[in-house]
């Protein structure tokens, strides 16, 4: 019961096969076992078509030679593009935090709003902050009038060393005259006695005074050392008032609102989000195997799925690739004065390369060979078929552009699919069938 569907498909087969690769031949045999016309009809179908007998080729084509469409293609020079998908970034974005504790004063901001640089942003409440400034001013001003003081001690000390000096040499002088009346009979031990007694304590005298000049000069240090933390302590209740009032570090759009009246901030506590959008940035990422393409100062331009399409030029190349996707990082800046780009915005980029020979062919002309390479069938002088290998550079309204064929080729663009290498076929070039 099963041999007549097994039939059935084996005569579709022979059909099929002689309609698409014998199909000459086949209709040949088909015309053959159809009963011919008297030769009246015969003379009467020569007479209505004589155009059509005309425009016949002359030649029938060989068997074993399949019929194609064709194109003569001449390589012509292009401006290559790299193209990449990223997104806007802001130029800058900066979370504007309080470095200080204390209870909001100031009427908050709502997102949106345009800041200029400098406008206040956050007031906090200054709290006791003021009297620890005052405090702080009174003790420098305090340590200050201490200094003619203690500058005037050391004078002082000094003129006591000198006078001790003066009189531990006096003292010496007596003791030495002493000495010598005494040796000559002049004088009693007990004099001598009281002369050297009196040097002994001229030299003490002596290191009293230094002492006291040391001392003079440690209180001018010591007062120093105070007026100096005096400073520190006015400088750093200043710097706690300054910091009250948070203001924006420049003129940008407000992305959050700012902090609440009455909120409580913390030292890290967030003020609000400012981001500069002029001018701002388009992001990409190039892959490894076309960064050497891509050069600083190149000429780019980027669609955005919503706004102006726009041009500028690769301000930075990243030296250095994602650890994750091995792609390096490419920033254009645009001038955005109207503050028409939107950050975050998807964009098709595309950056001008060096420019290279290529062929402009429709999209059903590439075809894959047997390992899956990407490529086009060619017609060789020997009219045979041959696979080529190509690169897609792009594609555009006319088609696409392709490198890695000779200046001039004929690209088979029907039937590349029923041709191998070194089969023979009629080509018939689309330039002349137009």
């Given at each position: 019961m099963r041999i007549v569907p097994f039939i059935t498909a084996c005569l579709v087969a022979v059909i099929l096969f002689g309609l698409v690769i014998e199909r000459d031949r086949f209709f040949s045999a088909v015309s053959d076992l159809s009963p011919r016309e008297d030769a009246a009809d015969t003379v009467e179908f020569t007479n209505v078509t004589p155009e059509r007998e005309a425009t016949e080729p002359a030649d029938s084509i060989e068997d074993g030679v399949i019929r194609v469409m064709a194109k003569r293609s001449v390589a012509q020079e292009i401006g290559t593009q790299v193209r990449l998908r990223g997104e806007t970034e802001a130029a800058r974005e900066v979370s504007v935090v309080s470095e200080v504790s204390g209870k909001i004063v100031s009427t908050p901001l709502r997102k949106g709003a345009f800041v200029q640089q400098g406008q206040l942003l956050c007031s906090v409440d200054p709290g006791t902050r003021q009297s620890s400034l005052a405090e702080a001013t009174a003790r420098l001003a305090e340590a200050k009038a201490r200094r003619p003081e203690v500058e005037a001690r050391i004078p002082e000390a000094k003129a006591r060393l000198a006078e001790a000096k003066a009189r531990l040499e006096e003292a010496r002088i007596n003791a030495t005259a002493a000495e010598r009346l005494s040796q000559d009979g002049f004088a009693s031990q007990t004099r001598v006695a009281n002369?050297?007694?009196?040097?002994?304590?001229?030299?003490?005298?002596?290191?009293?005074a230094e002492a006291g000049v040391k001392a003079a000069e440690a209180g001018l240090e010591s007062l120093q050392a105070s007026i100096e933390s005096a400073e520190a302590s006015v400088t750093r209740a200043q710097t706690e008032i300054d910091r009250l009032d948070i203001s924006a570090p420049f003129a940008g759009v407000l992305e959050t609102d700012t902090a609440e009246l009455g909120s409580l901030l913390q030292p890290g506590g967030l003020c609000a989000t400012v981001i500069q959008l002029d001018p701002i940035k388009v992001v990409g990422f190039v892959p490894e195997n076309e960064v050497n393409r891509v050069e600083v100062g190149a000429m780019a331009g980027a669609r955005l799925n919503e706004g102006p399409d726009v041009q500028a030029r690769v301000t930075f190349l990243s030296r250095s690739a994602d650890a994750t996707t091995r792609t390096f990082r490419v920033e254009l800046t645009v001038p955005n004065p109207e503050l028409a780009i939107r950050d975050g915005q998807t964009a098709e980029i595309l950056i001008q390369s060096q420019v290279v020979m290529a062929h402009v062919l429709a999209a059903s002309s590439l075809t894959l060979n047997d390992e899956g390479t990407l490529g086009v069938r060619t017609i060789d002088q020997d009219s045979m078929a041959q696979f080529m290998a190509v690169n897609v550079l792009r594609d555009a309204p006319e088609g696409i552009y392709v490198t890695g064929l000779p200046d001039k080729v004929d690209v088979i663009t029907v039937g590349q699919e029923?041709?191998?290498?070194?089969?023979?076929?009629?080509?018939s070039f689309e330039e002349v069938i137009q």
């Open positions: 002369t050297e007694a009196t040097v002994q304590s001229a030299q003490t005298a002596i290191s009293t029923f041709v191998t290498d070194g089969v023979t076929v009629a080509p």
